[in-house]
């Protein structure tokens, strides 16, 4: 077996190179500016009518397209409003 392979110090540096990778990883998509919500999320998230959504769009609120589905990425359109005075 690998275990066997590796003396005891070896072990601990994968262990710790595995672990600190994927506390990176969950610590990526749990902040902010990886997080992701289509319109139906965003409307809640702001507390708006879709129709104000789209009137917001039309004055710049970032938004991208995915296969036809609009996605608004959540650190964008936080600062979208804190730069428009919106809530």
């Keep these: ?3 066997e ?3 005891q ?3 601990q540096n994968i262990m710790l ?3 600190t990778a994927v506390n990176n990883g969950v610590q990526r998509a749990l902040h902010p500016r990886y997080e992701w919500m289509n319109n139906k999320q965003i409307c809640q998230w702001l507390d708006i009518s879709k129709t ?3 009137k917001w769009r039309k004055l710049g609120l970032p938004y991208s397209s995915v ?3 609009s996605v608004y990425n959540k650190a964008q359109v936080n600062e979208w409003l804190l730069a428009h005075g919106n809530k």
């Design 52 to 54: 104000t959504l789209y």
């Design 17 to 19: 190179l595995v672990e």
């Design 67 to 69: 296969e036809g589905m």
């Design 9 to 11: 110090k070896q072990q």
């Design 5 to 7: 392979q590796l003396d």
């Design 1 to 3: 077996m690998i275990e």
